[in-house]
């Protein structure tokens, strides 16, 4: 061991403190330098996260500003989906009361097709016993016009209470006093094809009765007859 009293003693000791006081500012150098490397490596690390952050940020307004975008797009679809089925609904509930007009019109139809069936039938009836009622006529005009000296007449009335065709039967030959006295009865034809006792003149009261009796009977002939009897019973008297 060296003694304290070594001259060179102060010399190795300062160096010796030196070399460690060299020795700590070169490991604090190393500190300094590795905290600076990591504090520029933070700073980068915090920039670039920044910067992630930041594009993320803007990503994500972008994403909800497209969900937005389709919120909107989705509103307005549902509501025009809404009013497509609407606008649907009301043409099936059309289309639905046009198929009951059409069964309606369809039933309208064969009903008409029907009435009309009958009135043909009606009409044929009717000119059949049109048909009969002139062979009568005939019939009665070669009798009582050829015997008894009837007259037949053809009458238009244009009043509206008796307006149509009518047919007048004047009798003569039943005054003894008075031969060529005309007596008349004014007849015609209902729509239902049967007779109609419109006056007579002169008037007699039984015409209701005998005017039934042509009704039930349908025997122009005898309905002449029975009103000629009448007319000169009238006569007489």
Avoid: W
Avoid at 114 to 131: T, V
Avoid at 151 to 175: C, D, H, M, Y
Avoid at 223 to 229: E, G, H, M, P, Q
């Amino acid at each position: 061991m060296m003694s304290i009293t070594d001259p060179n003693m102060s010399d190795r000791f300062t160096n010796a403190m030196e070399d460690i006081h060299n020795k700590h500012l070169k490991t604090y150098g190393e500190i300094i330098d590795a905290t600076t490397e990591l504090c520029q490596s933070h700073r980068q690390f915090v920039k670039s996260a920044l910067d992630t952050c930041l594009k993320k940020c803007k990503d994500d307004e972008m994403l909800f500003e497209t969900i937005q975008t389709y919120k909107s797009d989705l509103q307005q679809k549902n509501a025009s989906l809404k009013e497509k089925r609407h606008a649907i609904s009301e043409m099936i509930s059309e289309i639905q009361q046009k198929e009951m007009q059409k069964d309606d019109i369809i039933q309208k139809i064969e009903k008409l097709k029907e009435e009309q069936g009958k009135r043909k039938e009606l009409i044929e009836s009717q000119h059949k016993a049109n048909k009969d009622r002139l062979r009568n006529l005939q019939k009665a005009r070669l009798v009582f016009q050829d015997h008894l000296g009837l007259e037949i007449r053809t009458v238009v009335s244009k009043t509206e209470l008796a307006k149509g065709e009518k047919l007048q039967f004047v009798f003569r030959n039943i005054n003894r006093s008075a031969q060529d006295s005309a007596y008349v009865v004014t007849m015609g034809i209902k729509e239902d094809g049967s007779y109609q006792i419109v006056s007579s003149d002169p008037v007699l009261e039984c015409l209701p009765v005998l005017e039934s009796r042509l009704q039930e009977t349908n025997n122009l002939p005898a309905f002449l007859a029975n009103i000629r009897k009448e007319f000169i019973s009238q006569a007489r008297r």
